[in-house]
């Protein structure tokens, strides 16, 4: 069976800026500590147009990686308020109902494919650290390298320059090949998670 692609779908995702309360560049979302705060202080806003579109279980792969999508697109509106949200506590009043009824949601169309829950439990998991890791780590930088040529790639063109005499030959052999796009690597993510996820359904 072919492997859904994400690279189509993400422009379409529905998270408005607006709702979000943050700007609608993704660059520019990479701002101060205190802008941060300010949206991890507004989860209402942030997750009222969190939509993903409609999952279905005939076409479980299609709507594993239409959620993840929409994951990754709503991630990448406030990305540096990722990281305040892991340290701060969650009053239970500021919880938006968004955040629970995805959650069943996707929880639900695991268990109609054929998971048993703490599989279902296991490939969410899996599914939200692999998402909130790749845009930490893979679309922040991506972003802000738009800005930056040189430093998208495996490592900063400035760090081999600047410690030419290190023997490191497989390092720059490695940084001299192009990289997949963001767009190409979060396929990859994709594809390993339905391949956990069909793992388990021939496991069970």
Do not use: K
């Not at 779908?9 to 520019?28: I, K, M, T, W, Y």
């Not at 999508?69 to 239970?92: H, I, K, M, N, Q």
């Not at 790749?134 to 998208?152: I, K, Q, W």
């Amino acid at each position: 069976m072919p492997r859904p692609s994400t690279r189509s779908r993400l422009p379409s995702q529905s998270v408005r800026a607006g709702d979000l309360e943050v700007s609608p560049a993704v660059p520019g979302a990479w701002g101060s500590t205190r802008t941060a705060r300010t949206q991890a202080a507004r989860p209402s806003g942030r997750l009222t147009s969190w939509n993903p579109p409609p999952l279905h279980a005939a076409t479980w792969e299609t709507s594993v990686a239409d959620y993840a999508g929409s994951l990754r697109a709503l991630y990448r509106r406030w990305p540096r308020a990722l990281l305040v949200s892991l340290e701060e506590d969650t009053p239970p009043v500021s919880v938006h109902p968004n955040r629970l009824l995805n959650l069943d949601r996707f929880l639900r169309l695991l268990r109609d494919v054929g998971l048993d829950m703490p599989s279902a439990l296991a490939a969410h998991r899996h599914l939200s650290l692999l998402v909130l890791s790749f845009v930490l780590v893979v679309d922040g930088p991506a972003d802000r390298a738009d800005d930056s040529p040189g430093e998208g790639g495996l490592v900063p063109d400035a760090w081999l320059a600047d410690h030419a005499d290190l023997d490191i030959p497989t390092l720059r052999e490695a940084a001299a090949l192009p990289l997949p796009t963001p767009d190409e690597q979060f396929d990859e993510l994709v594809s390993a998670v339905v391949d956990r996820i069909r793992g388990g359904l021939r496991a069970g």
